[in-house]
């Protein structure tokens, strides 16, 4: 897969803001006891602020449990958040209804990790896919088939496979139709919750592409979730990197990975395999200390702390702001590195 250095924003203009996240949480309680009396609460989001324009790909990166897929639902709706405010196209959605937010599933649309389990079984690609069009009561020219044998081929798949179902795909076309599902009311925002991780590599840089594509073609507008920093360098304008439910660290593309400031990018970054031999014995790799503290009980201050080299005692127990430290650039961070 080849990286461009221009970028993909190089290629496309970017409005205004579409979508504004402003202090973002969601916990989870723990209920216990006859009475299920909550106890505690899995601060899976904590406090999220950052904004996407039109147009643009924002990929959300870090370990596993650190908020990302949730973040991915509390944009959707799918599921509903503790606090904060979520803004698409300037209107508030925190805590639209379901019947209010039906008409702006249009607008704001999924791409799930598992084409396997995303898709049911039980229907054929013809009603997966034309699922969205009779949902949303939306007429077409030529029909509902003609429109989901337009989708289908716009995808890479052969309009013929309109009777076929699931099982009779492989993984990259069964992500292939929950693509073409997605883009089927032709959202302005798409979040894609880590939508290569589950297929083979051969697979991976096809649908990336084909996303690309279907982005510059229709003006798309992408939340990516990925755990991938090498895809993630491939398609994204700019990159926020998760740990614990929040934000460490947010920036355009090349300035996070040729610049990075938060201790723990960098650290994430010194783990992206390099094929070449030469350029791998000269970087250093970092190797964290310890498991990442539980969601339940985090720790004071700085999250990163307990695991970060350069922590001080002002890191344990005053939390850093999300501030910026660039043009562009920002980093909750006490002891940045790579800064001005």
Request: net charge neutral.
């Amino acid at each position: 897969m080849s990286t461009q250095t221009d970028g993909p924003a190089a290629e496309r203009r970017l409005g205004e803001d579409l979508l504004v996240v402003d202090g973002l949480q969601k916990h989870f309680p723990i209920r216990r006891g006859l009475l299920q009396r909550q106890v505690g609460a899995v601060q899976a989001v904590d406090g999220l602020t950052f904004s996407v324009r039109r147009g643009e790909t924002l990929s959300l990166v870090g370990e596993s449990g650190c908020g990302k897929t949730t973040t991915g639902r509390l944009l959707t709706r799918l599921i509903e958040p503790t606090g904060g405010r979520i803004q698409l196209d300037g209107r508030d959605i925190s805590h639209l209804s379901t019947s209010d937010m039906r008409p702006l599933r249009r607008d704001v649309q999924m791409i799930f990790q598992d084409p396997y389990s995303s898709l049911n079984p039980r229907h054929t690609v013809g009603t997966i896919v034309g699922a969205p069009f009779r949902l949303q009561k939306v007429q077409t020219e030529n029909g509902v088939k003609k429109a989901v044998q337009d989708l289908l081929e716009l995808v890479g798949l052969n309009p013929e496979h309109y009777n076929r179902y699931p099982h009779e795909f492989s993984g990259g076309q069964r992500q292939r139709i929950g693509i073409a599902r997605t883009l089927a009311l032709r959202p302005k925002l798409i979040v894609a919750d880590e939508p290569v991780s589950a297929l083979d590599v051969s697979i991976q840089a096809q649908v990336v592409n084909l996303l690309e594509d279907l982005q510059n073609e229709f003006d798309l507008t992408y939340v990516m979730i990925a755990h991938d920093l090498s895809v993630v360098r491939h398609v994204s304008d700019r990159v926020a990197v998760m740990y614990l439910g929040k934000i460490m660290e947010i920036a355009d593309r090349t300035s996070l990975y040729e610049r990075p400031m938060h201790p723990y990018t960098v650290a994430l970054l010194s783990a992206v395999p390099i094929p070449d031999t030469s350029r791998r014995e000269r970087r250093e790799r970092i190797r964290l200390q310890g498991d990442v503290p539980s969601p339940i009980n985090p720790p004071s201050g700085c999250r990163f702390h307990t695991r970060c080299w350069k922590a001080q005692e002002v890191c344990k127990t005053t939390e850093p702001a999300l501030v910026e430290l660039a043009p562009g650039h920002q980093a909750a961070c006490h002891f940045p590195e790579n800064a001005a």
